[in-house]
């Protein structure tokens, strides 16, 4: 069976409805899931496709929504949440660092829970420091760390490789070839991976 | 059980796989459903909304989503499928005309299977004409009558009638003051008919 690489922001709203329950509901479905953080900012005003922007109508049917499916997913919430990000991009680069290192989920978890549990927004402090720790990690040097060249260039080299591939939102679900956008679509990519057909 | 409201514009690609299926499949289920064609063009111009202007990427996406989930529900299709359509609003007003006058359903179908099945632009000849008559319509007058003040005026009310409701995008589905939008919403939509909430 094929695996599913999961292409996420930290800074997407509907992420978090995957986030918070991706692990367990692919576990059960016998599939293998790759987290792999990056940039969806810097494709979106690249593609000049930024959802939300100066569009209050969509704006609120988007957290209502989420507010629905949280509640069906059994997730706490509290709606709106910060949005949008301002570091949304040091966010993503901590994440990297952690998939790399074997702590990304867990930092990714914390983020979003403060995030969108707390009202803290991830990737600024209190939320990045906090959801550090938990993670088992020592804020300060991280932080710097999750700065370096080396990261920095990781993560773009991620951005292109999923916008290559067809990703322009978060969260994505990559299986060979196919791309599936949207929390809204993970049943359809656990379909795929496992027969390369939507039907059952 | 309350009814849904179907608010859709002939002009939405999406729209195509609810229309082919939504009588089916909500007679099925024992729903109720009112067909509401509005002119989600003027929507979504004046919201800034205007989905795959421009956005290559997520324009092909748009299609192999909607291949993919057309051969789901064993639909025909041959995309892409000309985008935009030139007579968005025109298309409408025959929709709202026959709907009420007992045609209208007859017409919406017909109108998007010329046009996503044999590539014939809805709302312009051969498919407006071709689909009138499918529908046991005469289309000189018809489109004659279509354009007349009152329905020119009775498609701009239903168009503030689901804006101000939140609805912002074809389709969408109504129940109460909830919105679901999209065809991978009308299952909620059901589901909130049923029980006023997303669970089983």
Redo the contacts between chains.
């Keep these: 069976m094929q695996a599913i690489d999961f292409w996420y922001s930290i800074g997407s709203t509907y992420s978090y409805l995957t986030v918070m329950r991706l692990d367990d509901y692919c576990e059960a479905e016998g599939i293998s899931v790759n987290w792999r953080p990056f940039n969806v900012r810097a494709i979106m005003v690249e593609?000049?496709?930024v959802p939300f922007k100066?569009?209050p109508?969509?704006t609120?049917?988007m957290w209502?929504?989420i507010e629905?499916?949280a509640?069906?997913y059994g997730l706490p919430l509290a709606v709106p949440a910060p949005y949008p990000l301002e570091h949304l991009v040091l966010a993503n680069q901590v994440a990297l660092l952690g998939m790399q290192e074997g702590w990304g989920k867990s930092f990714t978890i914390a983020s979003y829970r403060a995030w969108f549990v707390d009202g803290l927004p991830a990737g600024s402090d209190p939320n990045l420091s906090n959801s550090l720790k938990h993670a088992g990690q020592e804020p300060t040097t991280t932080i710097e760390r999750a700065q370096s060249p080396a990261v920095i260039e990781a993560l773009d080299r991620e951005t292109r490789t999923c916008k290559a591939l067809?990703v322009?939102?978060s969260p994505s679900f990559v299986v060979g070839r196919?791309?599936?956008?949207g929390d809204?679509?993970l049943d359809?990519a656990i379909k795929w991976a496992k027969d390369r057909?939507?039907?059952s």
């Excluded at 196919?178 to 956008?181: A, H, K, M, P, T």
């Design positions: 593609q000049n496709n100066d569009k109508v969509k609120a049917y209502r929504d629905r499916r509640d069906l067809g322009f939102g196919e791309v599936f956008w809204d679509r359809d057909t939507l039907h």
